[in-house]
């Protein structure tokens, strides 16, 4: 979000346009937490995960008043538009915040499931990915050493882009997201495959919201009880995937979403998000954004389904 940031505030400044930014997202908004910004306000942060100017979720946003607090502060400020980064929520947000005022405001799609319509990637996306490759690569050390079944929990409650992407980049052998049902029995009988092909440990990578048990730890408890061949272990890499040195392609992917964004609005546009599609930007309106996970890549689970045979 930082590179997002620092490129819109440049592009501010190069259209000479002024830029103010809003601290704790929604909240600050309400609270009128603002901070003109120039070119110098956003050095040295390209390379810093997470954003420096913070964000909170807001419960008053949700309400008429709240609303209409930050748009009361907003006109005082004399702001004339909005460049909003986040997910399915700041999206509906910022939707009805512009069908009650007619308030331009344009969307950058900031969220590391990459789960929102429109958009090939989101940025934050891309980080995560290595990150867990990172972290999957170390386990496997430790698996192959001492004959061990990982069950690795990534992030992913109702997508499994991660799960999937750092499963074949890391070489597991089993993938459970939530978009695909693969049960127990198939599990159990995958793992026992492996086994008997010579398979001398197994990394397992688990989306948080697959459904083929309660959690991980009963998952875990189940393939104890039905394989004895291996010593089940248990990580869950957690919050650890949301931080961190950006990489390269997220850092230029949000340099491009923020120039976009600043571009979109002087053309007029709102109510958009701004994406990549094939490599080009695009403009999505929040409406198509919001409106439903994206499907999972089949021929990624076929390619998964083959390299971990």
Do not use: W
Request: hydrophobic share 40%.
């Amino acid at each position: 979000m930082n590179a997002a940031i620092r490129a819109v505030v440049r592009a501010c400044a190069y259209q000479n346009v002024e830029c103010v930014g809003v601290f704790r997202g929604l909240e600050g908004l309400i609270e009128g937490d603002f901070k003109e910004l120039g070119p110098r306000s956003v050095k040295n942060i390209i390379n810093r995960g997470g954003t420096f100017l913070k964000s909170a979720r807001s419960e008053e946003f949700r309400t008429r008043a709240g609303r209409q607090e930050a748009y009361d502060n907003l006109t005082e400020a004399k702001i004339d538009a909005l460049v909003v980064i986040g997910g399915d929520g700041t999206f509906t947000g910022a939707k009805v915040f512009n069908e009650e005022y007619n308030f331009p405001i344009v969307g950058i799609p900031g969220t590391i499931d990459n789960d929102i319509n429109g958009t090939d990637y989101t940025i934050g996306y891309d980080t995560a990915l290595n990150t867990v490759v990172e972290a999957i690569d170390k386990i496997r050390d430790t698996a192959n050493s001492h004959n061990r079944l990982f069950l690795v929990e990534v992030m992913g409650r109702d997508a499994g882009d991660i799960a999937l992407n750092a499963g074949i980049g890391a070489g597991a052998e089993e993938i459970l997201i939530p978009e695909q049902d693969l049960g127990r029995d198939r599990l159990i009988a995958s793992l026992k495959r492996s086994k008997k092909s010579g398979k001398s440990s197994s990394i397992v990578v688990v989306a948080e919201g697959d459904q083929i048990g309660k959690n991980i730890i009963e998952l875990a408890d189940y393939i104890r009880e039905n394989l004895d061949q291996y010593e089940v272990k248990v990580t869950v890499l957690g919050h650890i995937q949301r931080g961190g040195t950006p990489s390269c392609y997220d850092r230029v992917l949000a340099s491009r979403l923020g120039v976009g964004a600043v571009d979109a609005l002087l053309r007029g546009e709102k109510d958009v998000m701004i994406g990549i599609s094939h490599n080009k930007l695009v403009s999505v309106p929040f409406a198509d954004a919001i409106k439903g996970d994206n499907e999972i890549d089949l021929d990624l689970i076929r390619v998964a389904d083959i390299t971990s045979i």
